[in-house]
């Protein structure tokens, strides 16, 4: 089965109530049973006359209550890309045994959170405390139904990923240690060292833990949320179901993901820039894994990040369910496009359903689980029992029979393809042993020698390292790192027998540990600019992605993809404008009559133009760097071809039954009076403009003033011009403006300097201009 996507429209907030809608739900021809909303539209953002339409399991418009999200079970259907709902079916798949995992994707301020936990009224509670809540009602009733037979027991763990960190959220900021909890892998899941684990008997006792976790999550005011997370949060819910000797122990996820943020829009100061480095870098490795899965390339980069190892996307097994959060106006539009892009490739992931296999208890008497509040309570590692005390039925009667269960090898590794690779591991079982941190502490778990301190306890201890690469070395000495790190955490001496080390490998040790502690900060600004500039490129802006890779190159001096990526862009400005240049020249020709030059406007503009940039970027795509992979982000929803017939669940269509936009016209004001100066600075071409290309009317002179002082209550009072035209005018001047800034001949007075100019310009027209002047009496 592959991750279902359910996508949710949030509302217009109150200061967008203005904004141009953008996205819209609606439902397809092969939708849900009752015609139910499965499709997101959105125009090209190049060419508003086309439409993307992306088709999900599910999907929530603006009007969507708290309430719709949850549904009842008897409502849910969930199965062959039917409608889906969020909540109802995993409490099914849980209680059958599987691991569930909700994660709630979007940009900044797109409501994951409002999601995820919603408000603290009934009917504003969010997916994890509705989840809850049926968790907690269908354990009474399994109880209930069994007459006692049967009990249910719920705990929680609940860690945030900041800057790259794991931090228990049930421990004080104040407390934590600055390196946070280390991760681990153990029989194909990754888990969190030394991380907290607390019981909850009711709803109750889950709520007044969870609100109390959630003061200690990172948040913020960002310009674009008053209450932005700062970082990714898991709950994990843990669900031991108990009848007799059988226990069966299934995991619900819920993951709240910090929001991709565009930092031109955010206005970050240092310290939210370097948090929104992290999170973006996070956000981009997830992509880059996402499509490595889709494109089954063999090397999938979970390991280059802890949000990506933790929610091993594509390698976890039970239900997996993306909800997509996206905002509906315009201001969004190449991001949300960019969600939709990751969401529409993420839902091609298969996921395998695999049941937890049932554990069975020995004599020992079950222990009851400590009090919540408690003095005892201690910190609980999630470790696997060993398979003397544990074993799975089906295990069990395998090793009987001389048989290993098929399951008992699913080993996962960053390699496509691990979970079929015969393992390596038989002698150490590898047998996909169930969680169960109740049954045995710590201290009683034994423990696997350390790699080095079996090696050093080989007989080849005096020249090991012979045959060994500086690779490997470096990586067991970082896992060594870990180790020590991990028993730090656990507040007790490793258990490790250490084995004697040389004071050379100890010096690098001690290293290794300050780098691991220091190297984000480091580079964290240097990303902000390889991000940003992704973010410019990924828009069309070359010279801003340019300015931003110059920006990054001292951070990655010697970096030579980045010195190429700059001298790919550098070669492809210099092209464009050459390509302009000869352009307009040709456009004057066929017009008969010296034009001023339009170098921006005709990539950023000019629908009417769009022929013939395609046929520019097909010039550009043979100076494409062909390592795009590195920095890689979603630059597929910005071109538009790239989507076409590739994607499944993905159309795109050109808005036919509108009427073909008028050809550009071309104002000339003939009126007498005529007054030949405009403000000094430039032209659009950002050369200085010379006082005879157009001659101007008082009424012309007045709209270009107005239009030039970029103010949007000026600009709004011209006839004919909205509260979108206007920002569009701005955006576009403003675009201008920077990338006049980079180019020889530039100048930063940019202005319009005569009306068919204006008539260029995005969003504008013939028509608009006529309305303007219409609306002028002089
Ligand atoms: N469906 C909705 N109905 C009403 N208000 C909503 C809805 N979704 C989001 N909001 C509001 O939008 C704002 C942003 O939502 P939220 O904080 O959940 O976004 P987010 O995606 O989690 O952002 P970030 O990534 O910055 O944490 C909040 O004020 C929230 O109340």
């Known amino acids: 089965m592959s991750v279902r996507v359910v996508a949710r429209i949030r509302p217009l907030l109150k200061a967008e109530l203005d904004r141009d809608i953008v996205v ?20 090209n953002p190049r060419n508003e006359n086309e439409e993307f339409s992306f088709q999900f399991n599910s999907v929530y418009g603006v009007q969507a209550t708290q309430e719709d999200i949850f549904q009842n079970e008897a409502e849910s259907s969930g199965v062959g890309g ?39 009224t009934l009917s504003e509670r969010g997916v994890i405390p509705r989840l809850l809540s049926g968790i907690y009602r269908r354990s009474r009733k399994l109880e209930k139904d069994s007459q006692g037979a049967t ?3 719920v705990s ?38 030394g991380l907290t684990e607390r ?33 990714h949060a898991i709950l994990c819910v843990k669900v031991s179901v108990t009848t007799g000797e059988e226990t069966r122990v299934s995991m619900a996820s819920a993951i709240d993901l910090a929001g991709s943020e565009d930092n031109r829009r955010t206005e970050n100061g240092k310290e939210r820039l370097v948090e929104s480095a992290s999170i973006n870098k996070s956000l981009f490795v997830l992509a880059q894994c996402v499509e490595a899965i889709s494109k089954k390339q063999a090397r999938i980069p979970y390991r280059e990040s802890k949000m990506t190892r933790i929610l091993s996307l594509g390698q976890n097994n039970g239900l997996t369910i993306m909800v997509l959060n996206l905002a509906p106006v315009r201001s969004y539009h190449l991001d949300t496009l960019s969600s939709l892009n990751f969401a529409n490739r993420t839902k091609k992931i298969e996921v395998k359903e695999i049941e937890n296999e049932p554990m069975f208890r020995g004599p020992a008497p079950i222990r009851t689980l400590p009090s919540v509040s408690g003095p005892s309570i201690q910190r609980q590692p999630l470790r696997p029992l060993t398979t003397t005390e544990l074993t799975t039925m089906k295990n069990a009667l395998a090793s009987r029979g001389g048989e290993k269960s098929v399951k008992a090898f699913t080993v996962y590794s960053d390699k496509a393809g691990a979970a079929s690779r015969p393992s390596n591991l038989s002698n150490t079982s590898s047998r996909r042993r169930p969680v169960d941190s109740f049954s045995r502490t710590a201290d009683q778990l034994p423990h696997r020698p350390l790699k080095n301190s079996r090696t050093s306890r080989s007989p080849r ?3 090991w390292t012979a045959g060994v690469s500086k690779e490997n070395i470096e990586q067991m000495v970082e896992k060594k790192v870990e180790e020590i790190l991990a028993a730090r955490v656990l507040n007790e001496p490793s258990k490790t027998p250490m ?4 004071e050379e490998v100890q010096r690098r040790l001690e290293l290794l540990e300050q780098r691991i502690e220091k190297k984000d900060d480091t580079k964290a600004e240097g990303l902000t600019y390889l991000l940003m500039a992704k973010q410019h490129q990924v828009r069309g802006e070359d010279v801003s992605a340019l300015k931003m890779y110059q920006l990054a190159l001292p951070y990655f001096p010697d970096n030579a993809k980045l010195a190429h990526k700059m001298h790919v862009l550098e070669e492809r400005l210099r092209v464009k404008r050459e390509q302009q240049k000869q352009r307009t020249v040709e456009i004057s020709r066929s017009q008969g009559q010296e034009l001023p030059q339009f170098p921006a406007i005709a990539t950023h503009i000019a629908p009417a133009q769009e022929q013939s940039r395609k046929k520019r970027s097909r010039t550009f795509k043979e100076l494409e760097d062909p390592s795009d992979d590195e ?12 989507f076409e017939g590739r994607e499944s669940g993905f159309r795109f269509k050109p808005k036919s039954r509108r009427a073909p936009r008028p050809k550009i016209r071309v104002f000339r004001d003939n009126d007498e009076n005529v007054d030949l100066t405009v403000k000094g600075g430039a032209s659009l071409t950002g050369r200085p403009r010379a006082a005879s290309v157009e001659e101007q009317t008082p009424r012309t002179r007045h709209i270009l003033n107005v239009v030039n002082t970029r103010d949007l209550s000026q600009i709004r009072l011209l006839k004919g011009v909205g509260a979108k035209k206007a920002e569009m005018i701005v955006d576009c001047l403003h675009l201008l403006e920077a990338e006049s800034e980079y180019q020889e001949d530039g100048d930063d007075g940019m202005l319009v300097g005569s009306l068919a100019e204006l008539s260029r310009m995005k969003g504008v027209g013939a028509k608009t201009v006529e309305n303007m002047r219409s609306g002028i009496t002089l």
């Not at 995993?90 to 994660?103: A, E, K, M, R, Y």
Request: aromatic share 8%; proline share 5%; hydrophobic share 30%.
């Open 24 to 43: 819209h739900g609606t439902s397809s021809s092969d939708g849900g049973p009752n015609g139910d909303i499965d499709t997101i539209r959105i125009p």
């Open 82 to 120: 039917q409608l889906i709902r969020i909540v109802a079916p995993t409490i099914n798949h849980l209680f059958q045994g599987f691991d569930v995992t909700i994660f709630a994707y979007g940009v900044t301020g797109t409501g994951k959170t409002h999601t995820m936990r919603g408000g603290k």
């Open 151 to 153: 009990s249910v027991e």
């Open 461 to 463: 201890k005096a020249g």
């Open 156 to 193: 929680m763990s609940y860690y945030e990923i900041y800057n790259d960190r794991v931090y228990d959220l049930f421990e004080a900021p104040e407390k934590r240690t600055a390196p946070g909890l280390p991760l681990r892998e153990q029989n194909g899941k990754t888990f969190v060292v």
């Open 199 to 231: 019981p909850c008997a009711s709803l109750k006792e889950f709520e007044n833990l969870y609100d109390q976790a959630n003061v200690n999550r990172s948040t913020s005011a960002t310009k674009l949320n008053a209450h932005s997370s700062r970082s």
């Open 631 to 642: 920095y890689r982000l979603d630059d597929d929803a910005a071109s538009d071809s790239s």
């Open 499 to 502: 084995p004697a080390i040389s």
